[in-house]
């Protein structure tokens, strides 16, 4: 008989682009789609942001689904920098 595993995400703390706290707490009982970026990427990312926007827009009533954009650069990708680039919308950018 082969075992069910069930796959876990880790505990994890970020800060989103308005500097407050996202972890699996707020997470809890929601779906998400969870997405990696960098602010100052040309090629790619501008592409995957588009359609986050859709998926977005599909389901951003939908108190129990949210979006986390992952920033892979930190360093550069500070909070003022996140709130520029997510240009008025209500997903968590985390750093």
Request: hydrophobic fraction near 40%.
């Amino acid at each position: 008989k082969q075992e069910i595993i069930y796959h876990t995400i880790n505990d994890f703390n970020f800060v989103d682009q308005c500097g407050v706290l996202v972890n699996k707490k707020v997470l809890k009982d929601k779906v998400y789609v969870a997405d990696f970026f960098f602010t100052n990427c040309p090629t790619i990312c501008p592409i995957m942001t588009t359609q986050m926007l859709r998926v977005y827009n599909k389901y951003k009533d939908n108190f129990n689904f949210k979006i986390i954009s992952h920033s892979i650069d930190p360093y550069n990708d500070k909070i003022e920098v996140l709130k520029k680039y997510l240009m008025g919308l209500h997903w968590y950018k985390v750093t």
